[in-house]
């Protein structure tokens, strides 16, 4: 069973800095495809960044310059360093996962999904 798991959300100040964590559990990082999104209140899911077996990242343009996603294969787990944030980013942070033939969409359309964790910047 894959499980993924989110930590590292909290409360920061616009221009501030967080990094989240999500450790797998059942799935190895180093395959298929990794990635975040978010959602925040009365919005639909929006894809934030991305990561594939051989380390090919990509970004949403709101993001690019700001956030890096990377991944510690040894630890199992995805990382996203998220500076210079903004009101807009407040948002459930989720990280998605999936198979490598099933990588062709944004990471909110993965099969495997944690149960997210909050980021608010105010």
């Known amino acids: 069973e894959v499980q993924l798991v989110e930590s590292g959300g909290a409360s920061v100040q616009p221009g501030g800095s967080l990094r989240l964590s999500c450790v797998a559990t059942g799935y190895g990082v180093g395959s298929g495809c990794m990635g975040w999104f978010r959602q925040a209140p009365g919005k639909e899911r929006e894809g934030v960044a991305g990561i594939v077996s051989d380390g090919r990242t990509s970004y949403a343009n709101v993001v690019k310059g700001r956030f890096t996603i990377s991944k510690d294969n040894a630890e199992n787990t995805l990382y996203p360093q998220m500076n210079n944030l903004k009101p807009d980013d407040t948002a459930v942070y989720y990280c998605?996962?999936?198979?490598?033939?099933?990588?062709?969409?944004?990471?909110?359309?993965?099969?495997?999904r944690g149960q997210g964790t909050q980021v608010t910047v105010s």
């Open positions: 998605a996962a999936d198979r490598a033939w099933a990588c062709s969409g944004p990471p909110q359309t993965y099969n495997f």
